[in-house]
């Protein structure tokens, strides 16, 4: 192989992709109508910031009711309908779109092409997420959001129980979303498999794009799950069906084994590309290739072939008999193998590097302690009879949001602060990073680490008030008092992305010395993302570049 | 009525668990702290001076990676070794024809229990004589609810359709304070459960006292005045009363609310004055649960209230 820079290899059928990205129009029309993958990855990421402020106000309403026991700031009705919206906008409407909206914009930079496959149906995927959103927060003004909680419940979500028409907008709303999910998940495969550059095997992929591989095809396997059930629900309710309906011979429990058929691998969904993100931000700053790279990778295949047979350990309260506890607790402990493996060989990329703690950085070694806090706690779950004392406790609570904030959300803010660089050609400030990831590493703990005892005394979840038990209302003030503080965090968060898109300094074309391809191409990258693509003959070829007395394929990688 | 339901104080059935998590925490704490050290450790050892020296390429080695996945496939085996000790000791098994001790009816938002034997019917507090292992056959009237008393054991869900079982026992006197741990709809908060464990005799005293009906009321007097209210508001469509026409089933069983410590469902303690204002406007004290505002004037309130009360 020679070291001459060539162009990126374009497939046979990229005529169209060529054609669209020159065409781009300027002003609010170019937005609207953009096929860029680099523009549409941004409106799903503007996307998810407006729902995270939605989702962050209802968290917040929700821990100025419980601030004090017996209080009246929220009723009933409008509590639930809250906790309902949050869990349902952090899951479809933050968690997946950031990163779907992450995989968007750097998958094709990542691998060297020009777009996404399908970059028509890419605008089509982001468009229905966009509305699919607006209809289920209309809900709100038509008559009332859903109250059946994120997870739907049924018979609760049926007609007798919730006679609004919430829990409709709520099925016909992720029914949309879902839509868009697969598609994006069809586009993002496709991309992967035939747009890689020559050379760029599957085995020199950077981890992220592998990560974001993996979750596609849980993502092809598991919404379709979701949405047949949620047409079921559906004919229950607005065709008089009887699929869950237990008075007239449905089973409660069918809508319990459908709806964790697609949630469990769906935390997988959301978790894997934070994996990825963090699998890119630990080499660069500790000035290290990624350690054990072969096992990261394969490890997260494990982690998703096991994410489909571990659904039932969301109920092993229902009562489903001691054999199917035993067999659903094996997989769920055997899940903490791989994502040990995965701790181990980040902390391992660290040891003996040379650690620059940006606050990427500093986002990626918080993500390191606080996903294995939730990792861990996961495994009292699996080991079934705790299970059977604290779940639907605040201790559960507890443990979802180590694995889906202090993994998932920090894995983003550690991607945002090291990406927002080469999508907007400048620098966030790290002076105001400093105290974002500070005061949120302060008030995520006061929140939630004070949850796992409260669910231990006894504090059941969903409930939008409590007796005054010795030591609730002492516990529950200072998970609000956190939650106050993760809402300052994020404010300077924003704060810091306006500031730095305007004055920021500018970034060049890699600031922070980083491997992969993307950090060779102009920040932003042109429309059609590279003039010159350097030769691809390791997993980092931009150290190849940069070393050309020790480039990495000498090593065999 | 306000005692705490930690998990740290237990009983026979819970013991077992709080063992297991005793166990696995102190497991789960030493991974903790292994890795949080570990990191603490490589962040301040190998923190960038500034200068710039690129540092030695390490790609990997299988020895560690093996290391590191064999270690925790043996610390699985023995976490899940305790787990299905604490299974058997906390969820002991029955026979297929075993015959339930105890019905306990999940309802939105209120508790039914009723006692198999004896014929007992009792609402939201559960009376247990003290080291009596009770069968237990749970049950739901409409949504899915879940039985859940910290300090007596594993909580098991009330599912519609699908009765569950599980064994109810208590080895020492006390209040155990429960809750409804699946969410059921608006009052989900208020689905509260007492389990009051007494001994023997005093637990038969209490039985014997439940199957007894209530006794006429001098005419004229305003519990009379109230009785004839609840007739009039066609309360017992919902609310039976024994030794009365009255034998509604949508609503607790009323006929010795009287010597009930809290009233819907752990809302308030059961007071003449709390009674009243429950009366006067219950959407107001539990909104949107299933017992109207019957527009009672201040009288009628006052009526009701005295009737009540007589049922003791």
Known sequence: MSDVPYMPQMPATSDHVGATVEHEKAGLLGWVATVDHKRIGILYLLTSLVFFGAGGIEALLMRIQLARPNNSFLSPGAYNQIFTMHGTTMIFLVAMPALTGMANYLVPLMIGAKDVAF????????WLLAFGGLFLYFSFIAGGAPAAGWFSYAPLSEQPYSSTTGVDYYAIGLFVLGMGSIAAAINLIVTIAGFRAVGLTIRRLPLFVWMVMVTQVLILLALPALNASLSMLLIDRLMNGHFFVTDSGGSALLWQHF???????????????AFGMISEVIPVFSRKVIYGYEF??????AIAVLSFLVWAHHMFAVGLGHSIDVVFAVGSMLIAVPTGVKIFNWIATMWGGSIRFTTSMLFATGFLVMFTIGGLSGISFAAFP???????????????HYVLFGGTVFAIFAGVYYWFPKISGRMLSERLGKIHFWLMLVGFNMTFMVQHFMGLIGMPRRVFTYPDLPGWAALNMTSTIGAVIMGIAVAIFLWNLIVSFVTGEPAGNNPWDAWTLEWSTTSPPPAHNFDLLPPIRSRRPLWDLAHPEDPDWKHGH | MQTDPSLLRDSVLAQPISHLFLLVGIVMAAILLLVTVLVLYVSFRYRSDGVSVMPQQEFGRTSLEILWTVGPVLILVFIFAAT?????????????????????????????????KSGVIAANEIHLPVGKRLFVRLESADVIHDWWVPQLGRKMDAVPGHP??????????GFYSGTCAEYCGAEHAWMRIGVIAEGEPTFEHWAQHQLEVPSQLPTGSDAAQGAQLFQQFTCGNCHTIGGTSFRGKIGPDLTHIGSRLTLAAGRFQNTPANLAHWLTDPQAVKPDSHM??????????????AYLETLQ
Do not use: C
Request: aromatic letters at 16%; a negative charge; zero cysteines.
């Open chain 1, 119 to 126: 970059p028509r149906l890419n605008a089509f995927s982001f």
């Open chain 1, 259 to 273: 709806f964790w058929a697609f949630g469990h691998p769906e935390v997988y969904i959301v978790v894997l590309p």
């Open chain 1, 296 to 301: 990261v990778a394969a490890s997260t295949v």
């Open chain 1, 386 to 400: 705790i299970d059977w004392q604290v779940t639907d406790t605040y201790y559960l609570v507890a443990h979802l």
């Open chain 2, 84 to 116: 299905i000790h604490a299974m058997k000791e906390s969820d002991p098994g029955f026979a297929a024809n075993q015959q339930p001790d105890l019905v306990i009816v999940a309802h939105q938002w209120w508790w039914e229990a009723r006692y198999v």
């Open chain 2, 164 to 173: 569950n079982f599980l064994w109810l026992e208590a080895d020492s006197p």
């Open chain 2, 292 to 305: 109207p505002n019957f527009q009672l004037s201040d009288a009628q309130v006052r009526q009701l209230t």
